[in-house]
């Protein structure tokens, strides 16, 4: 799962080398915390937080096939 989620981030921001993501387990959820560049992160969010939106429902569905509760935060 980590490795859609930074594959999502890395193709929207121009510098991908600084895209890190770091997983956080709490019970049985699992928050993927990703962090990027100041100057790409209005990219990652998107106008209205839209982006960061479509991130989360594919993130969400890719983890109901593995009945996987996930959360996505941006940094």
């Not at 990652?44 to 996505?72: C, D, P, Q, S």
Request: charged content about 30%; aromatic content about 2%.
């Amino acid at each position: 799962m980590k490795e859609l989620v930074e594959t999502l981030v890395k193709a929207l921001v121009k510098n991908p080398d600084a895209v890190s993501i770091t997983v956080v387990e709490k019970g049985s959820l699992e928050i993927y915390q990703v962090h990027v560049a100041p100057e790409d992160m209005g990219k990652v969010i998107g106008r209205k937080g839209r982006i960061a939106n479509a991130i989360r429902t594919v993130v969400k569905a890719g983890a109901l096939r593995e009945n996987r509760k996930v959360a996505v935060d941006i940094i």
